[in-house]
């Protein structure tokens, strides 16, 4: 089910990621933080009165020209948050009051036909009433008075964000028997030469009449018989007559696409290594709950060793070792090398996502790893397990009931997600544990 997603838009420093981080606050990413990921993320799971939804800085999402107050700049970022977000909150600074800037911004909001939520930061004291007046005249409901620091303000403006989202997206029956699979990446590493690749595949049948889905740049097919979805990243498809400014915001302009899908596939270029962008983009899908497999494009241009996918398996352990379960394949768009065992691998990932975990297997597991390793202990109190169950969703979950939930450690947590894995396989997916205070499944709610 696609998240809807929230964007947070303003001119440099007004507070736009220490809103970010307020927001999705307790909320941990599940990629390691020893992985470095975790410091500049740009999106994020929040939840607010029980509905989820998706938080993205738009600031930050222009990794290298992260300070580029241009107005450019910030057009273009404003741009994306209208191209993709269900609602828009437009973060102003009430100490500087309202600038050209915050005006223009508000123009482009206001033309687009989003939902904009004003917020006023730095809002320490209720003098600053006035300036909600001020704030009035760009045409918008009634500003939030905020501190994002302090996380005054914030609840209410939560509120009001919540009532703004969009129904649940109930997905149609057809689109629901279809696997969908999204196409991510850098610019230029090969991501629309690898969706023609893989429309040309002889097993590949492409509908011509429009029926599942309900987006127009989507393409469905028919893999070996089995209905497949191929999401295409804004911008894909349309991008020659476009190569503009926004293609540097490819990360945000995937974001919608990859809420829709079921499986990512993130494509790199094996002549040009991992940047932090491609980690962020793997650390997004498995944040998101998405199955994730690697494609190595353009193996035709290095040596044959590297053109395995074996090669790569054990190349890129140590850029994604936050998931050492994701599998990579290694492919030419222009030979079609590798090309066929695509949607094959990204079906298979699809295939793990449904895989039920027999609550007496699972728990024979949990309790033969606390048996051979027994939890560190912490203050002299060790985690203690009561019993275990696979809780329902799209995304590989098991909920642990625990005598105490603040005594997993994060080693101890990898442990028993790996002998989890060692079970039950899930190759290609993130795996969730959560943690609840309890006896038995009777306590569950
Ligand atoms: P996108 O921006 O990720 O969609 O990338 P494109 O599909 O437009 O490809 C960018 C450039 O890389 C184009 O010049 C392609 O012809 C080239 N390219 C794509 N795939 C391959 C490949 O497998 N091998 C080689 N040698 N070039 C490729």
Redesign the pocket.
Known sequence: MARPIVAIVGRPNVGKSTLFNRILGWKKAIVDPQSGLTRDRLYGVAEWSGREFTVVDTAGLDLDTANDASRAAIEAQTRVAIEQAQVIVLLLDVRQGLTPIDRDIAQLLRKSRRNVIVAANKADSPRERHFAHEVLELGFDEPFLISAQHGLGVGDMLDRVVEALPPLEMKSPAEEKADRLAIM???????????NALLGDERALVSEVPGTTRDPVDTELVFDGIPVVLIDTAG?RR?SSHRDRLERYSLLRGIHAMERADVVLL?IEASAGVLAQDQHVAGYALEAGKGLVIVV?????VEPKMRQSAYWRTALLKDFKFAPFAPVVA?????KEGIGSVILTALEVVGHRRTRMAPNELNRVLRGAFQEHPAPSFKGRRLKLNYATQAAGETPTVVLFVNDTGLLHFSYRRYLEKKIRERFGLAGNPLRLVLRAGEDRRTAK
């Open positions: 990446g850098r610019p230029n590493v090969g991501k629309s030469s690898v969706l894909i991008k494509v494009n353009k193996i035709d241009l492919v030419s768009a222009k030979t």
